[in-house]
Nanobody, 121 residues
Framework: QVQLVESGGGLVQAGDSLRLSCQSS????????MAWFRQAPGKEREFVAG????????FYGDSVKGRFTISRDYAKNTVYLQMNRLKPEDAAVYYC??????????????WGQGTQVTVSS
């Protein structure tokens, strides 16, 4: 059974940092591209960051470039999202996703349940 379990969300103030984690199980982590998406109330799901299966390529959404960093730990089957200089507009439910192909669309095969990030101004 494939599981993606996000953690690390919470309430922070604008300008703070937060690190999200997504631990995977039941899938061949080293062959899967991993990504983070987010969805705020009343908005469409938005691509945040993605990293290739071989850790060579990483892509970011325009709104988070220079502030967020995606990384992965093969030993722990975990992908991280380091979020710095958070803004109120970063508040959303953040989802982890996995697929053999790295892409910016939401057509990922596997999804986690999401973790809430709230940023106060």
């Amino acid at each position: 059974q494939v599981q993606l379990v996000e953690s690390g969300g919470g309430l922070v103030q604008a300008g703070d940092s937060l690190r999200l984690s997504c631990q995977s199980s039941g899938l061949p982590f080293s062959t899967m591209s991993m990504a983070w998406f987010r969805q705020a109330p009343g908005k469409e799901r938005e691509f945040v960051a993605g990293i290739s299966e071989n850790n060579v390529a990483a892509f970011y959404g325009d709104s988070v470039k220079g502030r967020f960093t995606i990384s992965r730990d093969y030993a722990k089957n975990t992908v991280y999202l380091q979020m710095n200089r958070l803004k109120p507009e970063d508040a959303a439910v953040y989802y982890c996703a996995a697929d053999p192909i790295l892409k910016k669309t939401s057509q990922y095969q596997y999804w986690g349940q999401g973790t809430q990030v709230t940023v106060s101004s």
